[in-house]
């Protein structure tokens, strides 16, 4: 397959925990990433390679991955992550770069 | 610290060819440790990635663009450049450039700019 699944949205009370998450074949052989993204901003990259933090990026950010699933979690979700999120990884031919449709998360 | 700043025409008529540049500040282009991007987005849509480029000249595209796409590399002015042809308006988006390394598409973006395809 060369589709990566989100669900389209995904609410969570203020200082509760969320998982988002992203399904597709290539995750089988390839790591994901995760863009978050503001409206009106480009997208930030939050989780890379599974589940490494780009510098900046609060450790309320956590990734994971099992099987066919790459998972982003958000430990005690804050105000100012309510947001876009989408999930990237390669391809099964690993030359080519796919994207999940996006997450809506929403903060309660 | 690195900046991205894509530039090109707002406003494209259709069937015609859509130039964009991307020039990279605070970083070299020739890093060999780095693949530069373009991504696009709709209007109240996802992501999309069009292609990448290394700074030896290899590139990637999408297969669904890969006829009408073409991304090119100027390391004397340490750009980059998206041309795409045969627009229509599905092309309509917001594109950015991006740097990235083999096994993360980007860790840094352009702030985007938007192109409409309307006669």
Known sequence: SSELTQDPAVSVALGQTVRITCQGDSLRGNYASWYQQKPGQAPVLVIHDKNNRPSGIPDRFSGSSSGNTASLTITGAQAEDEADYYCNSRDNSGYHWLFGGGTKLTVL | ?119
Request: aromatic content about 10%; charged content about 15%; proline content about 4%.
């Open chain 2, 1 to 119: 610290q690195l900046q991205l700043q894509e530039s090109g025409p707002g406003l494209v008529k259709p069937s015609e060819t859509l130039s964009l540049t991307c020039t990279v500040s605070g970083g070299s282009i020739s890093s060999s440790s780095y693949y530069w991007g373009w991504i696009r987005q709709p209007p109240g849509k996802g992501l999309e990635w069009i292609g990448s480029i290394h700074y030896t000249g290899s590139t990637y595209y999408n297969p669904s663009l890969k006829s009408r796409v073409t991304i090119s590399v100027d390391t004397a002015k340490n750009q980059f450049s998206l041309k795409v042809n045969s627009l229509t308006a599905a092309d309509t988006a917001v594109y950015f450039c991006a740097r990235g390394e083999w096994l993360v598409l980007s860790d840094s973006w352009g702030q985007g700019t938007l192109v409409t395809v309307s006669s």
